[in-house]
């Protein structure tokens, strides 16, 4: 990893910010993108526009993976790859919430190195690079140490624990949040704020792949829901859920799923 990938994902990330909120969600232009995948705006278009300009012109040699480009197959050649959601939390940003963010990462042969998740009318960024830890705002971040899944905040949508998912039909005892950014849920783990998150569906890479960094940089385990590391840049980039929380809790959470 260049020693400026991170410094490079954080200038971005702020200007992605800057050209976002000169939008309002009621006012932009949206449309409903075809088969189904939700809705879209002139931000999210205008965002990555210019993060595929910027990011591409200073790594000419990297692939590139946006939930807002048309995916091909160079990417897939490439030893880096830029992983992108221009706006992660599209009907937050619609409805006037806060909570959406530009979520912004740097792969390497499927391994995330570099990554930002940046929420502008909150105020944090959160960042990581490989082997340097996990920071908001510039300050250190650790996940929470609980260990014992009973009484454990989860952030997870509610059909998370239906009882089909969990051995036995037993359904954890756990204070359940939700956020409706994934890329959010992801980082209020690694910030502590909760002790664990779960997605059980198929998750695209570009909603997950800052978060995944900044959460093992925090000391987090992250994992599909069969326990399998995450891999990053596959031809269909599609992962099988998500479940991340410390090693111990992650390993209670894993015992526990059906």
């Known amino acids: 990893m260049p020693a400026s990938?991170?410094?490079?994902?954080?200038?971005?990330?702020?200007?992605?910010?800057l050209i976002a909120t000169r939008y309002t969600g009621d006012s932009a232009k949206r449309w409903d993108k075809p088969?189904?995948?939700?809705?879209?705006?002139?931000?999210?278009?205008?965002?990555n526009e210019m993060l595929e300009r910027d990011l591409r012109a200073a790594r000419p040699d990297y692939g590139w993976l946006s939930e807002e480009t048309e995916d091909g197959a160079a990417r897939l050649g490439r030893e880096h790859v830029f992983i992108i959601d221009p706006i992660d939390g599209t009907r937050s940003f619609i409805d006037g919430s806060a909570t959406w963010?530009?979520?912004?990462?740097?792969?390497?042969?499927?391994?995330?190195?570099?990554?930002?998740?940046?929420?502008?009318?909150?105020?944090k960024l959160y960042a990581a690079a490989?082997?340097?830890?996990?920071?908001?705002?510039?300050?250190?971040?650790?996940?929470?140490?609980?260990?014992?899944?009973?009484?454990?905040h989860v952030i997870a949508a509610k059909p998370n624990l239906d009882p089909g998912n969990w051995k036995a039909g037993r359904?954890?005892?756990v204070a359940?949040?939700?956020?409706?950014?994934?890329?959010?849920?992801?980082?209020?783990?690694?910030?502590?704020?909760?002790?664990a998150m779960l997605t059980l569906r198929r998750s695209w890479e570009w909603d997950?792949?800052?978060?995944?960094?900044?959460?093992?940089?925090?000391?987090?385990v992250t994992s599909d829901r069969k326990g399998n590391p995450l891999c990053f840049n596959n031809a269909e980039p599609l992962l099988n859920g998500v479940v991340t929380a410390?090693?111990?809790l992650h390993r209670a959470i894993l015992s526990e799923l059906s």
């Open 5 to 17: 990938d991170l410094p490079l994902l954080i200038e971005a990330a702020q200007e992605a910010g």
């Open 35 to 47: 088969g189904g995948l939700g809705p879209v705006t002139e931000a999210d278009m205008a965002v």
């Open 101 to 123: 963010a530009h979520s912004l990462a740097v792969a390497e042969a499927g391994i995330v190195t570099a990554a930002v998740i940046y929420l502008p009318l909150r105020n």
């Open 130 to 152: 490989a082997g340097q830890g996990a920071t908001l705002n510039d300050a250190p971040i650790t996940v929470s140490t609980r260990s014992r899944l009973s009484g454990a």
């Open 171 to 173: 359904v954890p005892d």
């Open 176 to 195: 359940r949040a939700h956020r409706p950014s994934l890329a959010y849920r992801l980082s209020l783990v690694a910030e502590g704020r909760f002790d």
């Open 208 to 220: 997950i792949a800052a978060g995944d960094l900044i959460l093992r940089e925090a000391g987090a």
């Open 246 to 248: 410390n090693p111990a």
